[in-house]
């Protein structure tokens, strides 16, 4: 294991952030924004890239972007990295899940 990262953040804090239409223009992709039917998915999406950000040890440093990390599916099926991401973390496996309850999205991501 090369990494880990664990985030959780209060749904209603992201749906308020996102009726900033330039703040969900900025953290999420087109794709992101069309499967996320609720503020559920976008706050999933969102624990899910900050988690991400922690367990490769950067954070938004340098020239790493929200959209560099696209969680389309937060359930674990659909995970795309593009651009710096993408190149640090190729050849590397990437575990990741995430869950929400109690107003509350939580996440974790393991990188190998």
């Known amino acids: 294991m090369t990494g880990k990262g ?3 953040v209060e749904i209603a804090r992201i749906e308020r ?4 239409r330039r703040f969900c223009e900025r953290v999420f ?4 924004l069309e499967r996320a039917t609720s503020g559920v998915g976008l706050a999933r999406r969102f624990a899910l890239k900050e988690a991400l950000l922690k367990a490769l040890g950067t954070g ?5 972007r929200w959209k560099d990390v696209e ?5 674990g099926r659909v ?3 593009h651009d710096r991401v993408k190149n640090l973390l190729e ?3 990437i575990h990741f899940g995430s869950a929400h309850s109690g107003g509350l999205a ?7």
């Open 60 to 64: 938004l440093a340098g020239s790493i």
């Open 71 to 75: 969680f389309v599916d937060p359930d």
């Open 106 to 112: 939580i996440a974790t991501v393991v990188i190998e």
């Open 17 to 20: 952030a996102c009726r900033n």
């Open 91 to 93: 050849g590397r496996k």
């Open 29 to 32: 992709t087109k794709a992101e």
């Open 6 to 8: 664990i985030d959780i």
């Open 79 to 81: 995970l795309r990295l």
